[in-house]
């Protein structure tokens, strides 16, 4: 049986800078969407020329698209323990996709762990980030203030389908980043 975490969160969280010390510790492979969609994007696929676009007015890209990708990092990514998502699920309809590809595969969700943070420090991690790392999506108030506001009307909800499930639980995201770190691995 693997393990499969879902690490959950608002933009700028701090999801990707646990993740990889997280996946190393427990031997799980990371799964970012983010990360996935940028790789598209620099290799100038078709689908990262789609990607580019929606992204760039602070959409997100069709659920179709991200669940494809995850399925082929199931199937193919091997001698792990398990994978931790982040980025996905965003929204019930992709939970409920997610439930069924794993029950296509006799698994289940293991876990869900969510960073909490204030709409502020969102706010101010994603202008933070944005110069730091030249990523111009990130870079604009509207598109930081559409991507918050996406945040809360379609990932908000999940929180309660996975405390229905009993698998919800919350790290307090305000600390160094060590301090996160312990509060993730405590809950795991």
């Not at 659920?63 to 001698?79: P, R």
């Not at 202008?127 to 108030?141: L, N, W």
């Not at 509207?142 to 506001?149: Q, S």
Request: net charge negative.
């Amino acid at each position: 049986m693997s393990k499969y975490y879902i690490l959950f969160g608002p933009p700028g969280a701090g999801k990707g800078t646990q993740a990889g010390a997280i996946a190393k510790q427990y031997n799980l492979k990371h799964i970012s969407t983010g990360e996935l969609l940028r790789a598209e994007i620099a290799a100038g696929t078709e689908l990262g020329r789609q990607a580019k676009e929606l992204i760039a007015a602070g959409n997100l890209v069709p659920d179709s698209v991200v669940e494809g990708m995850i399925a082929s990092a199931f199937e193919t990514v091997k001698g792990v323990d398990g994978f931790l998502l982040d980025g996905f699920p965003r929204n019930i309809s992709q939970a409920e996709d997610l439930d069924r590809m794993l029950e296509a595969r006799g698994e289940s969700v293991t876990g869900c762990i969510s960073i909490m943070i204030s709409d502020r420090m969102i706010r101010e991690r994603i202008q933070h980030r944005a110069a730091i790392e030249g990523r111009a999506d990130d870079a604009s108030d509207a598109t930081v203030t559409n991507r918050i506001n996406t945040y809360h009307a379609q990932t908000e909800p999940l929180i309660q389908y996975y405390k229905q499930c009993g698998k919800y639980h919350e790290a307090d995201g305000v600390g160094t980043i060590e301090e996160v770190y312990k509060r993730i691995t405590e809950i795991m």
